[in-house]
């Protein structure tokens, strides 16, 4: 058997493409160009489903990044409702603040922590009772104006009726034309004016406010807004429909008046 020097194989291997490349013989300068375009057209080929397969990969790695962006996204608003919440939050018991130094009474702040699903807007419970020095009948406000009154008390906690309850009551007098009467709550949702004189100076737009002559509440608290008036003789004895100046579905902090 015939042994090829090692040296000759390695000068073939690396001289040999340099011949067939740069040989200009014609005949071997046309086989160059068919052996050529026919490799670029292997190669074309060839290109199609590597292509495809560059283009699933960059897929899966752009969509890991989407996912990743989007659990970002999802974290960042999470805390920008948190930041949220307490912002509200701040504003809200710096209205209270503000309130209570403005008043001369004492007043026992207070958080809700629940509320009857079968009678939401009628009534609440709040975090403070007996203990802190809470009593039934006390009236219960916030910075808008009265919300309600206390109506039933334990040790750490207390029920508290809302201004638009039936059961509800409290003397008011419109701060316009000081037209005194009562006001009590309705299955409307609002509230409703009666006791008033039938000449009565009062129309939709006055502010309602709690008169000198009730017994729990302070004077001029604001009680809500007239929304319409009834003519005198009705089947009713309300004289007036009255809108509570306290959103009931949004208490959620409150200052008990001792």
Same mark, same amino acid.
């Given at each position: 058997?015939?042994?090829?020097?090692?040296?000759?194989?390695?000068?073939?291997?690396?001289?040999?493409?340099?011949?067939?490349?740069?040989?200009?013989?014609?005949?071997?300068?046309?086989?160059?160009?068919?052996?050529?375009?026919?490799?670029? &057209?292997?190669?074309?080929?060839?290109?199609?489903?590597?292509? @495809?397969?560059?283009?699933?990969? &960059?897929?899966?790695?752009?969509?890991?990044?989407?996912?990743?962006?989007?659990?970002?996204?999802?974290?960042?608003?999470?805390? &920008?409702?948190?930041? !949220? /919440?307490?912002?509200? @939050?701040?504003?809200?018991?710096?209205?209270?603040?503000?309130?209570?130094?403005?008043?001369?009474?004492?007043?026992?702040?207070?958080?809700?922590? $629940?509320?009857?699903?079968?009678?939401?807007?009628?009534?609440?419970?709040?975090?403070?009772?007996?203990?802190?020095?809470?009593?039934?009948?006390?009236?219960?406000?916030?910075?808008?104006?009265?919300?309600?009154?206390?109506? /039933?008390?334990?040790?750490?906690?207390?029920?508290?009726?809302?201004?638009? !309850?039936?059961?509800?009551?409290?003397?008011?007098?419109?701060?316009?034309?000081?037209?005194?009467?009562?006001?009590?709550?309705?299955?409307?949702? @609002?509230?409703?004016?009666?006791?008033?004189? @039938?000449?009565?100076?009062?129309?939709?737009?006055?502010?309602?406010?709690?008169?000198?002559?009730?017994? $729990?509440?302070?004077?001029?608290?604001?009680?809500?807004?007239?929304?319409?008036?009834?003519?005198?003789?009705?089947? &009713?004895?309300?004289?007036?429909?009255?809108?509570?100046?306290?959103?009931?579905?949004?208490?959620? /902090?409150?200052?008990?008046?001792?």
């Amino acid at each position: 058997m015939l042994k090829i020097p090692k040296n000759l194989i390695y000068v073939l291997v690396i001289v040999a493409p340099f011949w067939l490349l740069f040989f200009n013989s014609p005949f071997w300068h046309g086989l160059k160009l068919k052996t050529m375009g026919t490799a670029a &057209s292997w190669v074309s080929v060839a290109n199609v489903p590597l292509k @495809e397969v560059q283009i699933l990969l &960059s897929y899966r790695i752009n969509y890991a990044d989407y996912k990743k962006f989007q659990r970002e996204n999802m974290t960042l608003r999470a805390k &920008s409702v948190d930041l !949220d /919440e307490v912002r509200d @939050e701040n504003a809200r018991l710096r209205g209270l603040l503000g309130l209570k130094a403005r008043q001369e009474f004492t007043t026992i702040a207070a958080q809700v922590i $629940a509320r009857d699903p079968a009678n939401w807007n009628s009534s609440l419970m709040i975090n403070k009772g007996r203990s802190d020095g809470v009593k039934p009948g006390m009236p219960v406000i916030n910075a808008l104006g009265v919300a309600g009154k206390v109506a /039933e008390v334990a040790a750490h906690s207390a029920k508290v009726i809302l201004v638009n !309850d039936p059961g509800f009551s409290v003397a008011v007098v419109d701060q316009r034309s000081r037209e005194a009467g009562l006001l009590s709550g309705s299955l409307s949702g @609002e509230c409703r004016l009666s006791y008033l004189p @039938e000449d009565s100076d009062v129309k939709a737009g006055d502010q309602i406010v709690t008169s000198r002559l009730s017994n $729990a509440f302070p004077e001029g608290l604001v009680v809500g807004q007239v929304v319409e008036v009834y003519p005198p003789g009705g089947i &009713s004895d309300a004289r007036a429909q009255v809108r509570p100046a306290v959103d009931v579905a949004k208490i959620e /902090e409150v200052l008990v008046v001792k």
